[in-house]
C-alpha cells in the first residue's frame, strides 16, 4: 500500500477534526494515516491534545517521532 503525501495526510487530518465521514470512513483514513507516518500516539494528538493544533502541526508533532532504541 502506497504512502500518502503530505498534502493528502493533511487532507485526512482535517476531514478527521472536523468529524467528516461515517465510521467506515474514519476507520479507513485512520488505518491510512498510521501507514504512513510511524507514531503510535498520532490519534492522541488531535482527538486527546487540548492545545488546539492545526491539522499541519498535528502532522509535524506526529513526523517527529522518534521510538526509544534499546
Not at 13 to 29: C, P
Not at 30 to 59: C, G, K, M, V, W
Amino acid at each position: 500500500m502506497k504512502r500518502l503525501t503530505r498534502t493528502e495526510m493533511i487532507e485526512l487530518i482535517e476531514r478527521l477534526m472536523r468529524g467528516e465521514g461515517d465510521d467506515d470512513e474514519a476507520r479507513a483514513w485512520i488505518e491510512a494515516l498510521e501507514r504512513s507516518i510511524p507514531n503510535p500516539h498520532i490519534l492522541d494528538l488531535f482527538f486527546y491534545d487540548r492545545s488546539e493544533l492545526t491539522a499541519e502541526q498535528i502532522l509535524d508533532k506526529a513526523s517527529a517521532y522518534r521510538p526509544i532504541e534499546l
